[in-house]
Each structure stands twice: as structure tokens, then as C-alpha cells.
């Protein structure tokens, strides 16, 4: 189940998720992007298995909240779950996006965008996660500038502010 949201992120009911997309209806989601130390952004790419964006890569991890669950809640639940790290997350931001997506599936979100930093070693859950690998940030730049197809709507929409953001600037300094 998702939780259905109006442009301002006010709760409106619950609807299971591929019913969600599958109606292309606003609903609350969430996006983690996780640094190491030296700077590098953990990415995931996709089980092959998901019902939509299979095989893409993305951000560390993403998500959406059950009903009754705060946002900041079901992020740490689902980095946990996924990658088996646990983490301080900041909020940096929020967006809203709609695209249509293959299989006549539609990602209309209200999307909570996290940060957080961890030399964790990830231990990803295979029914999510087909692969990962840490970035720096100049190389995934260019993978995204000359592969765009490879990467998730969300992940493309959010990356770049992302990484202008003076919190996360501090982090991995001007790479």
C-alpha cells in the first residue's frame, strides 16, 4: 500500500502500489542517495525482476511509506532492508514528478529526497538489488551524460541537485 498525496504532500487515502501505478495517481515516496567517506555515491541498479525501471541504476535506495508510517521512518526501514545499512539521513529536499513508464505504468510521486554517509559495507537484498557499486561523482557524470537510458527517471530528475546541495557539497567537496 501507498499513501495518495496532494500537490502539497497531504495525505489523501491508500491504494495498493501497482494499482498506483498502474493509474498514474500522486502518491508519497522517498530517495536515498548514500556517500562514503571519500565522497562516492553507493548506487544500485535494479533487480532485473522489478515490475518497472528492471535492470536500470539508481540511487542507493527508494521507496515509499506505508500508511501510517512517517517518511523518515520507512527510509530507514527500506535502507536497512535493502542494503543492510543503518545511517543518520537528513532531508534535503522534496519534488513532485510524473512520467509515463514502460508497460503502461505511471511513477506520479511526491518524492522525499535523503542523504547520508556510511563506510558500511552493503549487503543487498537480491530480490531489489541486481548489483551496486560506489561512484565518484565526476565518473557518474559522464556514465549519465553518455548512457541516460541506463538510469531511473527519479535518479536523473533529482541526481544533479543532489549533488549541488550545499550539505552534500561538504561532503564530497567540488569532484
Known amino acids: ?47 532485473k525482476s522489478k515490475y518497472h525501471s528492471a535492470g536500470l541504476w539508481s540511487n542507493s535506495c527508494c521507496g515509499h511509506p506505508l500508511p501510517g508510517e512517517e517518511t523518515i521512518d520507512a527510509a530507514n526501514r527500506r535502507l536497512h532492508e535493502e542494503f ?52 565518484n561523482t565526476a565518473d557518474l557524470r559522464d556514465m549519465i551524460s553518455t548512457n541516460d537510458k541506463d538510469f531511473t527517471c527519479w535518479f536523473k530528475l533529482c541526481v544533479e541537485r543532489v549533488l549541488l546541495s550545499s550539505e552534500v557539497v561538504g561532503i564530497i567537496g567540488n569532484r
Open 1 to 47: 500500500m501507498v499513501i495518495l498525496v496532494d500537490e502539497q504532500d497531504n495525505p489523501l487515502g491508500s491504494m495498493e502500489k501497482f494499482m498506483a501505478h498502474q493509474k498514474g495517481v500522486l502518491h508519497r515516496a522517498f530517495s536515498i542517495f548514500i556517500f562514503n567517506s571519500c565522497g562516492d555515491l553507493l548506487l544500485q541498479q535494479r533487480a
Open 84 to 135: 543492510g545499512i543503518q545511517t543518520s539521513l537528513k532531508l534535503l529536499f522534496s519534488f513532485q514528478y510524473n512520467v509515463a513508464l514502460e508497460n503502461g505504468l505511471t511513477e506520479n510521486e511526491f518524492d522525499h529526497v535523503y542523504f547520508g554517509i556510511s563506510d558500511a559495507h552493503p549487503v543487498p537484498d537480491s530480490e531489489e538489488i541486481e548489483t551496486w557499486k560506489y561512484m
